[in-house]
């Protein structure tokens, strides 16, 4: 790759962003890079998860190891998951993986003593540090508020019966999706080619209203539609299109050939991206975007720091403008 290609940055355009979605294009890169970015999204972007539980009494249906499973698969709110240490590169506690700065302590207690069933939830976890926290319950703000409604009390742990119990202490890490899924702070991720789409407008109007309907409903998705006033066929949704090639087959079996030309943009992507709640959407891409800088600096000393800097520093500019 000569110094010139390093001219040409990626480029971001936020399209839709919530606080567990976000929908953007990349632009101006190749698919290598898009892929990069998806891997490291789905199994490289630190988490907090349950990672070592200690069961005190357990009485319930449920035994320890799958109740351990469950905690486990719990999401917690990992903001602070990128300035943790790993347990295992932990000086503090000798990678013993239980002290402040890798890890955060949470604490069960809780009994039945009624008739009626008693669901154990994630609301009912103590966590030693506020901002390490079920998401269910951060979203709410507070544990107080996780009660006032029994019916939306969180992710169901396990249901007692009266005299039944479950105590525990539990412990969560750092980590990352590649070690276990229950690190891994993306529902979905996936990215597709920008479609360009060209109808030949002369060969289109050799054809019947009838054969138009036909040819547009001969497509799975809703790309194309007839125009109620012109009656000419028009592109309702470019990217809808799957890549399934349907259009073009049943413009080849009407002698149509090259009635439409589909091209893919193959420098131009659209991601979606799902988060669990662990982290923001928008911060995972951020994140995302830091994890494969270091990745490409250790792996390639060959490339000059200040140009892989510019290079991924105006990607996570753009990323930030969006977020803000």
């Not at 990352?176 to 289109?204: C, Q, R």
Request: charged share 30%.
């Amino acid at each position: 790759m000569d110094g010139a290609s390093y001219q040409r940055f990626p480029r971001v355009k936020i399209r839709d962003m919530k606080d567990d979605y976000l929908k953007f294009e990349l632009r101006d890169t190749d698919a290598s890079m898009a892929n990069a970015l998806r891997r490291v999204m789905l199994v490289e972007v630190p988490t907090i998860a349950i990672d070592l539980v200690e069961i005190e009494s357990n009485s319930s249906v449920l035994n320890d190891e799958f109740i351990a499973h469950r905690l486990g698969l719990i999401p917690l709110t990992s903001e602070r998951a990128m300035g943790m240490r790993f347990s295992r590169d932990c000086d503090a506690c000798d990678g013993d993986g239980q002290c402040e700065y890798c890890s955060v302590e949470f604490h069960l207690n809780v009994k039945c003593t009624s008739d009626q069933t008693l669901d154990v939830t994630s609301a009912d976890l103590r966590s030693s540090d506020d901002r390490v926290v079920p998401i269910d319950v951060a979203g709410r703000g507070s544990y107080s508020n996780a009660f006032e409604a029994s019916e939306q009390r969180g992710i169901i742990i396990v249901k007692l019966r009266r005299g039944q119990e479950l105590r525990l202490r539990a412990i969560a890490r750092k980590g990352i999706g590649k070690d276990h899924a229950k690190w891994s702070p993306a529902a979905t991720v996936t990215f597709m080619y920008e479609p360009e789409i060209h109808i030949n407008e002369d060969l289109m109007e050799t054809l019947s209203l009838e054969e138009k309907q036909e040819w547009v409903e001969s497509c799975p998705t809703r790309v194309f539609g007839i125009d109620p006033n012109t009656q000419q066929v028009v592109v309702v949704d470019a990217e809808a299109y799957t890549y399934d090639d349907e259009v073009i087959k049943k413009a080849e079996a009407m002698g149509k050939s090259g009635l439409v030309e589909i091209y893919a943009k193959e420098d131009s992507f659209i991601f979606t991206v799902e988060s669990t709640g662990a982290i923001k959407a928008s911060q995972m891409v951020i994140n995302a975007i830091e994890v494969l800088k270091q990745k490409l600096d250790a792996v390639r000393p060959s490339l000059d720091t200040e140009e892989a800097d510019e290079q991924f520093g105006e990607l996570n500019q753009h990323m930030r403008g969006g977020a803000m």
